[in-house]
T-cell receptor, first 113, second 118 residues
Framework: AQKVTQAQTEISVVEKEDVTLDCVYE???????LFWYKQPPSGELVFLIR??????QNEISGRYSWNFQKSTSSFNFTITASQVVDSAVYFC??????????FGAGTQVVVTP | EPEVTQTPSHQVTQMGQEVILRCVPI?????FYWYRQILGQKVEFLVS????????KSEIFDDQFSVERPDGSNFTLKIRSTKLEDSAMYFC????????????????FGPGTRLTVL
């Protein structure tokens, strides 16, 4: 069975601080996909990144970076120099080869000015 | 840019009533999905649909739920007799094809329909 654990329920930071969101996953599949989504107060799911199980390269996109470590089954997400607009719930998700998503419980990020 | 659309954005209904949530997937997509998110909780998989039939469903997707692709563009989720606990955001998603090895076919999510059952 697949499982995604986001142990942090809420993280509060002051603007310009860095924030790291943890994601640990479990799967028996050798081929799988990992994602991060942002859910602002308006409710939609905003796609941030996808990683497949064969690609352990870390990625940086602007102020966002991701650290994928298969050895620890983790796919952590860091926001550098956080801004108020980063305030949202962030979901880590795992997909198998059949497209079925398993989402984590989400981490609420609150960035205060 | 093509996108998945959902209507209505918010639906209010009385307990026991039937509701139909509508989705228009991206036009060349073949795989369709419904997810549910109860307020403050995680997004949960409900059902996947391909070639006019359900390919997988979760334990949440009981006999009260059904899905249909009534024409070439719409994909609907019907809840026969709504309960208070059906109040949630419902997301539709679609993808062009299934994943195949390292070839990924991204699943695109719609903006969601917020269902409120009174």
């Amino acid at each position: 069975a697949q499982k995604v654990t986001q142990a942090q329920t809420e993280i509060s930071v002051v603007e310009k601080e860095d924030v790291t969101l943890d994601c640990v996953y479990e799967t028996r599949d050798t081929t799988y996909y990992l994602f991060w989504y942002k859910q602002p107060p308006s409710g939609e799911l905003v796609f941030l990144i996808r990683r497949n199980s064969f690609d352990e390269q870390n990625e940086i996109s602007g102020r966002y970076s991701w650290n994928f470590q298969k050895s620890t089954s983790s796919f952590n997400f860091t926001i550098t120099a956080s801004q108020v607009v980063d305030s949202a719930v962030y979901f880590c998700a795992l997909s198998d080869s059949w497209g079925k998503f398993q989402f984590g419980a989400g981490t609420q990020v609150v960035v205060t000015p | 840019e093509p996108e998945v659309t959902q209507t209505p954005s918010h639906q209010v209904t009385q307990m026991g009533q039937e509701v139909i949530l509508r989705c228009v997937p991206i036009s060349n997509h073949l795989y369709f999905y419904w997810y549910r998110q109860i307020l403050g909780q995680k997004v949960e998989f409900l059902v996947s649909f391909y070639n006019n039939e359900i390919s997988e469903k979760s334990e949440i997707f009981d006999d009260q739920f059904s899905v249909e692709r009534p024409d070439g563009s719409n994909f609907t989720l019907k809840i026969r007799s709504t309960k208070l606990e059906d109040s949630a955001m419902y997301f539709c998603a679609s993808s062009e094809a299934l994943h195949a090895g390292v070839t990924y076919n991204e699943q695109f999510f719609g903006p969601g329909t917020r269902l409120t059952v009174l």
